[in-house]
């Protein structure tokens, strides 16, 4: 390293290792070693967790603008069960339009080898193949790129750059009618409207479920209004009626509400700027002014747009008569809390049903059925948090679901779940509390509508509407129950010691101008596993003291970090938030750890010592 290159810690890079092999390499294999030379980002995600997909948008103009320095290489690290299967990993890719590397790693071995703790998390290594840098969350796109643009001056002045083409091979495009569909809605004329998911497109089918009648939409990525041969879509997913006859769509990577005129084809933005939601950023206000995020499933319910906000763990609604958006409910905390609806925390909300008394909602990332009543309190009829999952019917207390994505109404006041990671139809009854099964062997169902007696699936990993009659008996499948198999962190009772890692980018500091530049969030479930320490403060570091008497636990840290550039000179600094949430599993034992780093942009220099 010369004299003028900023002094790094020196951390050798573990092997990249992960049974289900590699993706996007044209079946080649990799090791570190056939990536010396190269600037390598590993990008820890699992195609569930809403912030990974934020990840690869944000890498996507670095990974073009950087290509013949830089291979981003996608670890794939598992939270559900589903998640572990080599096919759903495959779908995954191509479904979010992952264009580089993949690595399937379903036992999470090379996650333990980093020492990640989140989703997601970015490892660089530099081209000698020392890790050189770490970040969890969002929101580290920019310092990423200065960073790369050290390490490529660096190494080009060493002689220890290699340029040229990376080894990122694309798959060959499957024919068929649509890809990874997303939602679908039954229109006025018998027909039905999808949201053709990958291939950024409306796609309006006849009554058989199977012949197109129109698309809407370009079919490449873009947020642009226009006709139906000229608009563009960014991934959209929900769809609901309006009182005008026209449709609503969540255009959930463009950040926005769109709406369709049916009659026209023409397309037009109701709300959303194109970016994307941060901390800080208004929650209120006139529609096209207000930043959304991952807006995922929509729902016409008491006059408004109800919208599930996966992306910051929220519901919001449209109000079409004075053409402005809020916050309903929601905290942006990631859990599972009911309540008043400004106390209540969500998990990635991804769909969308209205009776008259009650919202009902798919809450994937807790595997849980929620609702809203009419006064905006929100309600648990299946799930219990974060962590538990399965497939198991009976009494609601103890049934099971996997990350389902979409819920719907049936006429007799129950609800159909399309549980997405059990490749099954359940059925929750508020009369009985009891859960069924209604059908299994769809492939990662995520809606569902009503025709007359039957129920026509949206089987997004099949690329088709699926029409079933509606059983009049539940299909019986054995139970089973699951938990997330990431490893418990084992830590001493008493006084433990949480220090989140930051440290600002090259050229930036802490934003201070309007006050503390940080914050921290910390709450644990169950609740009595903290004797102290809960609660929201503006330092980074806090002691937290453990209950003996409670043997493991989930801690539930929530942090963020605001830097801008550091130039006297320059009037209008650009400023950057950076934020994640850990839910950190935890198990009590003497002699376990009495300090719980978790970085969020640097290296922890005491967990990772030196190596050669």
């Known amino acids: 390293m010369s004299d003028s290159a900023p002094r790094r810690a020196r951390v050798r890079a573990p092997e990249l290792i992960g049974r289900g092999g590699w993706l996007n390499t044209g079946g080649k294999q990799y090791t570190l070693a056939d990536l010396r030379g190269r600037i390598v980002i590993l990008d820890f995600w699992t195609f569930c967790c809403v912030n990974c997909l934020h990840v690869l948008d944000e890498l996507r103009e670095l990974e073009r603008k950087h290509r013949d320095t830089v291979v981003i290489i996608g670890v794939h690290s598992p939270k559900f069960v589903h998640e572990a299967d080599h096919q759903a990993v495959v779908d995954a890719v191509e479904r979010y339009g992952v264009e580089h590397p993949v690595l399937d790693d379903p036992e999470l071995a090379t996650w333990k080898q980093y020492a990640v703790r989140a989703w997601p998390t970015l490892v660089v290594i530099d081209p000698e193949g020392y890790v050189v840098a770490q970040h969890a969350g969002e929101g580290h796109a920019h310092a990423i790129e200065r960073l790369v643009e050290e390490l490529e001056a660096e190494h080009e002045a060493k002689g220890t750059l290699r340029r040229g083409d990376g080894p990122y091979v694309p798959p060959e495009p499957e024919p068929t009618t649509l890809r990874f569909p997303g939602k679908a809605l039954l229109l006025p004329s018998g027909t039905f409207l999808v949201s053709d998911t990958t291939r950024h497109q409306l796609v309006e089918l006849a009554e058989d479920g199977e012949t197109v009648v129109r698309r809407i939409g370009s079919g490449t990525r873009g947020f642009t209004d226009g006709d139906a041969r000229t608009a563009s879509f960014n991934e959209p997913q929900g769809l609901a009626l309006l009182e005008d006859g026209s449709v609503v769509v969540a255009d959930t990577v463009n950040h926005a509400l769109r709406r369709l005129d049916l009659a026209t084809g023409e397309v037009t933005t109701l709300a959303g700027t194109g970016r994307q939601w941060w901390q800080g950023s208004a929650t209120s206000g006139p529609a096209r002014e207000v930043d959304l995020s991952s807006p995922w499933d929509v729902a016409w319910w008491n006059g408004k747009v109800w919208i599930a906000m996966a992306g910051v763990h929220q519901l919001w609604a449209y109000d079409p008569a004075d053409d402005t958006v809020s916050v309903t409910a929601g905290t942006t905390n990631e859990g599972l809390v009911d309540g008043p609806g400004d106390q209540a925390w969500f998990a990635q909300p991804s769909g969308l049903a209205a009776t008259p008394d009650r919202l009902w909602l798919a809450d994937s990332e807790t595997s849980a059925l929620r609702w809203v009543d009419l006064d905006g309190a929100v309600h648990t009829a299946v799930g219990t948090g974060l962590f538990d999952f399965g497939h198991r019917d009976g009494a609601a207390e103890q049934a099971l679901f996997q990350h389902p994505l979409g819920v719907t109404a049936l006429p007799d006041g129950s609800v159909a779940v399309s549980d997405t990671y059990n490749h099954a139809l359940r059925r929750y009854d508020p009369a009985t509390g009891e859960v069924t099964t209604l059908a299994t062997d769809l492939r990662e169902p995520s809606d569902a509508v009503l ?72 709450s644990s479930t169950p609740p009595e596993l903290l004797r102290s320490g809960e609660g929201t403060g503006t330092d980074l570091s806090r002691t937290l003291e453990l209950n003996p008497d409670v043997s493991e636990g989930v801690l539930h840290v929530s942090a963020m970090a605001a830097s801008c550039d550091d130039d006297p000179a320059n009037e209008y600094p650009a400023c950057h938030v950076h934020q994640q949430d850990w839910g950190v599993p935890v198990r009590l034992v003497e002699g376990g750890a009495d300090r719980l780093p978790l970085v969020l942009a640097g290296m922890d220099g005491p967990s990772m010592p030196e190596q050669n």
């Open 451 to 522: 025709v007359g007696g039957d129920i026509v699936v949206v089987e997004s990993a099949r690329h088709r509407l699926t029409r079933l009659r509606l059983p009049e008996e539940a299909v019986r499948v054995e139970g089973a129950a699951h938990r997330t198999q990431r490893e418990a962190t084992e830590v001493a009772p008493g006084a433990l010691r949480l220090d989140v890692i930051f440290q600002a980018p090259a050229g930036q500091k802490l934003d201070t101008r309007y006050g503390p530049s940080t914050r921290l969030l910390v």
